[in-house]
């Protein structure tokens, strides 16, 4: 069994459909997937800021159970919890929405497993996954790889935060996120919910950047990130192309391994939109 955790508006759902059918094209094994999806309302920020729908949440039920019918997936609104430990923080506007924030309370909810995979949703599985969720991490609170700009600009361990795998029976034994929530309200950081992680750590395993390579596509590639990205042509500047931007995807990165991942979401996309 492999539990998956996505967090977001409703306007991640291109994300979490593309993200989660390269997890089920690419695991080859008979595992079931539990899929928790955290999402909230802070429409008082932004009028886009609303909760991932039922109805698209209805549509993704579909779809896991057309792989195996034991799969699930649980929405979970954290609104109320957002609002008593976050409303009004020092990192409630920053360059980044608040609802990467939400992961921070990935120990509250009684229904969470005692280990998950918290993937963001802009990254997709290039190969199975199981190599990455059964790595061993009794001892850790979590694992992530490292930033790939982050460990030669600012440490060599900097951590990108967008893959984690979650020891989540022993965070609520440090008391890990309880701490990084309390960090996050109180001092702004350029990267909130990274940043407090980070500072609230008691111990931590490093992973190998192929499951969460977040520039290049390597043959051992497990997890491609499509983080923002600088090229250096024609001039230096950075781009934010994500894999439902599929045509330009395609264009900029060639990327034909994902090809039927892409053909199944645009076939998706298209029934959700006309309500089938």
């Not at 698209?56 to 979970?76: H, R």
């Not at 020891?167 to 350029?190: F, H």
């Amino acid at each position: 069994m492999m539990n998956i955790l996505f967090c977001g508006n409703h306007k991640v759902f291109d994300g979490i459909l593309t993200c989660t059918l390269s997890i089920l094209k690419r695991t080859q094994s008979k595992n079931i997937f539990n899929f928790y999806i955290f999402t909230m309302d802070v429409s008082y920020l932004n009028k886009d800021f609303t909760s991932i729908t039922d109805k698209q949440i209805a549509f993704l039920e579909k779809i896991i159970k057309s792989y195996n019918n034991e799969n699930t997936i649980i929405k979970i609104d954290i609104t109320d919890l957002y609002e008593k430990e976050l409303k009004n923080s020092k990192n409630e506007n920053t360059s980044y929405s608040p609802y990467c924030m939400l992961r921070l309370f990935a120990d509250i909810p009684q229904v969470m497993p005692d280990k998950l995979l918290y993937l963001d949703t802009d990254t997709l599985a290039n190969k199975d996954i199981t190599s990455l969720y059964e790595i061993n991490i009794d001892d850790y609170e979590y694992a992530v790889a490292r930033d790939h700009y982050g460990k030669i600009l600012v440490y060599p361990n900097f951590m990108n935060s967008g893959v984690m795998l979650m020891n989540i029976k022993k965070i609520r034994q440090t008391g890990l996120l309880q701490k990084a929530r309390k960090i996050a309200y109180e001092k702004k950081y350029l990267f909130p919910d990274q940043t407090a992680i980070k500072k609230s750590t008691t111990k931590r395993k490093m992973l190998s950047q192929r499951f969460n390579d977040q520039k290049f596509l390597y043959k051992n590639t497990v997890i491609r990130h499509f983080s923002k990205r600088l090229f250096w042509t024609p001039w230096p500047h950075t781009e934010n192309i994500k894999q439902w931007h599929w045509a330009k995807m395609m264009a900029k990165f060639k990327y034909t391994c994902f090809q039927d991942i892409l053909e199944d979401y645009i076939y998706y996309k298209r029934k959700f939109e006309l309500g089938e």
